[in-house]
């Protein structure tokens, strides 16, 4: 991938009477490219209007790519005070825009796409951001969504000078392969930061139980982990273009997470 896609993606149904849109009163939107050790590497930036420094928060897209929606979420965070910048972290595997088929995804592209990869490519986009968007390099926090949920823990247990992170209903278990050798689960006792964990009761792929496991494995290690749990929310609760919407515990959730960031130095 060159270039972000248009819209929304093409893999999942959209229900485009609840689809949330921001507007950019106020605010810079668009997207970028995102200097890498191999070339540039397409990206949707947003925020305040000024001169900064703005706290930064790297937004961590879910298997579809960065669309409709993760730019939404720029905005949003925007909106809010933030430098916010979604790279597109699976650029080099595949073009996610023509993909119509979640398997066909994570088959194609994510199971292809190594976890030091990514990781080096978010701590490009951390450094970008502050060179080149005014942001401020003592506040670096992260949010991400399904597959970014998971790349959230991961991401906390790399990055020392992390703030705080925002994990929505990120996969905890899962295969371990030879370019994707830890889960989640596995890095939960080395977080460098502060995590919310945002997740969902109903959530056919994510027992509660084990993310209970992943707070008290966390805790016991000295790590901070405040978990909540949304008793009848599915999979996909924060994603308004997608059936498994659910809009109070959305909105409580980024409420919530907003709140977060700010009692942990991200305000």
């Not at 959530?203 to 993310?211: K, T």
Request: charged share 20%; proline share 5%; glycine share 10%.
């Amino acid at each position: 991938m060159t270039s972000l896609m248009t819209g929304l993606t093409l893999a999942t149904t959209a229900v485009e009477a609840q689809v949330i849109s921001t507007d950019e009163t106020g605010i810079e939107a668009g997207e970028v490219r995102i200097p890498t050790v191999d070339g540039p590497m397409p990206g949707y930036r947003a925020m305040p209007q000024g001169s900064g420094q703005f706290p930064v928060i790297l937004v961590i897209e879910e298997i579809f790519g960065v669309h409709a929606y993760i730019k939404d979420i720029c905005r949003r965070l925007a909106k809010a005070g933030y430098c916010a910048v979604a790279p597109e972290l699976y650029a080099r595997q595949g073009d996610l825009s023509t993909m119509t088929d979640a398997q066909t995804i994570i088959r194609e592209v994510i199971s292809k796409t190594p976890d030091a990869q990514w990781i080096a490519d978010l701590d490009a986009t951390a450094s970008w951001a502050v060179s080149a968007s005014n942001g401020d390099p003592s506040r670096l926090g992260a949010m991400g969504w399904c597959r970014g949920g998971r790349a959230v823990w991961l991401y906390a247990a790399h990055r020392r000078d992390l703030k705080a992170a925002v994990a929505w209903y990120g996969q905890l278990g899962g295969e371990r392969t030879a370019i994707q050798p830890r889960t989640a689960g596995d890095v939960v006792a080395e977080i460098n930061a502060p995590i919310l964990a945002l997740y969902g009761g109903a959530d056919a792929g994510i027992p509660v139980a084990s993310v209970e496991e992943a707070r008290d494995k966390a805790k016991a290690a000295g790590k901070s982990v405040e978990l909540k749990v949304y008793a009848d929310a599915p999979h996909g609760f924060h994603a308004d273009y997608r059936p498994s919407y659910r809009k109070a515990e959305a909105e409580e959730g980024w409420t919530r997470a907003l709140a977060f960031l700010k009692s942990n130095g991200l305000g």
